[in-house]
């Protein structure tokens, strides 16, 4: 028998008045791209005060004459940023029914997003997920929600960037705020379907079901002290948002300064259908919407046409893709239009993002299809390097989520998220770039050690604070019963 999940309390681990990782590979991603083969990490409280070769912050250590300085060796190590995963859905809730497939695949047919996408299809099954989502109780949301972030934090994701969950907003946040992590929260929006038989969009329900939740999460982030709670209002599709509700989103955006995400351009079929139901392309929507400008946080976008390219150019926009998940689903934004990489070459900022799934995705491997997937379609081993697939998921992803003055890079000022990689066993031997290897051979499975604003949340691929048997068999009881009920 469990405790009520409600009445969770975790004990934190401490903030280090002073913090040194020793002696590491350190990758800065700063916009240089900068390395430091054998480099060290100063943290005073819960930001980076120096970073550099280890003998000068050695020199800064004794300067400062600090008390109470704990050391975490990292000899043999790679000193990365905390990853940053600007769009994904906490969507672990549906696991048990995923478990039902055959284990089998031999005989599994094209999905909905398949082969350009089924957007009638698609505009219904995301209309019904906060229907769904509402049979949830709140226990079981928390417990779900609870795993889930451990998952983004065990894996390196020191941040995420909601964009709309299986999940209550509220469950995502405690659940974020109580293991230490940082995200910017969303709230599922959906309020019209394009159903199949007619050109009309059907409304299914009353834009306040959206904006008065994000209204809530807006107080409780401002009343959080943590600094590790944001809010990032999202729409799920262009298909799926009425004129009113993108009103509504483009006015709280603006008067609050929020970013706003949404999958615009995701599927070669979605522009046509776009068009069909509300009688202009999705870029041209947003545009007419308010919601095109340098707040947009836009998803996949690979299928516009020339017009809504330029629009995009001059709004300075930014956009994540997530290629470590393409393959499962039969999405092609990559080969399917190569405008990704035109956009990054224009000087737009991309990042990548695992998106959602209902069984854990990693940032080590979406990097790893950056870096080989696009170099594969540009025959080019250069388009998108190492060090650019990093940047992508650090710096470049919390420019997407517009906090990249306080994370997404190891640089003097920002928090001290940091994630240590060993990287001395047989896939490292006579690498001088230890970041290839990783991207070559590494997984999720290898981060060693995680630190969110200077606290240490992972050592040795352990929790320094969480009962990981007790979070696991919450998880599991919850989504049993969710499963069960909503069966
Ligand atoms: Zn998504």
Not at 125 to 144: G, N, S, W
Not at 396 to 401: I, K, P, Q, S, Y
Not at 405 to 412: F, M
Not at 426 to 438: E, H
Request: glycine share 8%.
């Amino acid at each position: 028998m469990h405790e009520n999940n409600s009445t969770v309390t975790d004990n934190l681990p401490q903030v280090a008045p002073a913090t040194l990782i020793e002696d590491g590979f350190v990758y800065t991603a700063d916009d240089r791209n900068r390395v430091h083969p054998q480099g060290s990490v100063l943290l005073l409280g819960d930001r980076i005060a120096a970073v550099g070769p280890s003998e000068e912050v050695a020199r800064e250590v004794q300067a400062l004459d600090l008390a109470g300085l704990r050391r975490i060796p990292a000899a043999g190590k790679l000193v990365l940023p905390g990853f940053v995963n600007p769009h994904w859905h906490e969507s672990l809730g549906a696991g048990l029914a995923a478990a039902d497939q055959n284990p089998d695949d031999t005989g599994d047919a094209p999905g909905p997003f398949a082969e350009g996408g089924d957007i009638r299809a698609l505009s219904a099954v995301f209309d019904a997920i906060p229907a769904r989502t509402q049979t949830m109780t709140p226990d079981e949301a928390l417990a779900i929600a609870r795993y889930s972030i451990w998952t983004q934090l065990r894996s390196g994701i020191t941040t995420y960037g909601d964009v709309g969950s299986m999940n209550h907003s509220d469950a995502l946040f405690d659940a974020t705020v109580q293991l230490g992590g940082r995200g910017a929260v969303s709230h599922w929006a959906s309020d019209m379907v394009c159903p199949q038989g007619t050109s009309t969009p059907k409304r299914t329900r009353e834009v306040a079901e959206i904006t008065d939740p994000l209204r809530a999460l807006l107080d409780r982030a401002a009343a959080d002290p943590s600094g590790r709670l944001r809010v990032m209002p999202s729409a799920v599709y262009v298909t799926n948002m009425s004129d009113d509700l993108g009103t509504a989103l483009a006015e709280l955006c603006t008067a609050e300064d929020l970013t706003f995400a949404t999958h615009a351009g995701a599927l070669a079929n979605e522009p046509a259908v776009v068009a069909e139901y509300y009688g202009t392309t999705p870029i041209h929507r947003l545009d007419r919407l308010g919601l095109l400008n340098e707040r947009l946080l836009s998803v996949h976008t690979a299928f516009v046409s020339d017009s809504e390219r330029e629009l995009l150019l001059k709004s300075g926009f930014k956009l994540s893709h997530s290629p470590g998940k393409y393959g499962s689903t039969g999405e092609s934004p990559i080969s399917g239009s190569k405008l990704i990489v035109d956009l990054m070459r224009a000087g737009i900022p991309v990042s990548v993002s695992t998106d959602g799934n209902a069984y854990p995705l990693g940032m080590i491997e979406t990097m790893r299809m950056a870096w080989l997937g696009h170099n594969e379609v540009w025959s080019n081993e250069t388009t998108v390097r190492p060090s650019t697939a990093l940047a992508m998921g650090t710096r470049l992803a919390a420019r997407c989520l517009r906090w990249d003055d306080q994370i997404g890079s190891l640089e003097k000022g920002k928090q001290g998220d940091l994630v240590l990689i060993p990287a001395t066993d047989w896939r490292y031997l006579l690498r001088s770039r230890p970041l290839d290897g990783l991207l070559s051979t590494g997984s999720s499975n290898d981060v060693d050690t995680v630190l969110v604003a200077g606290r240490v949340l992972l050592e040795d691929g352990r929790s320094t604070f969480l009962d990981e048997t007790e979070l696991r068999t919450r998880f599991i009881d919850a989504v049993t019963s969710f499963t069960e009920r909503s069966r």
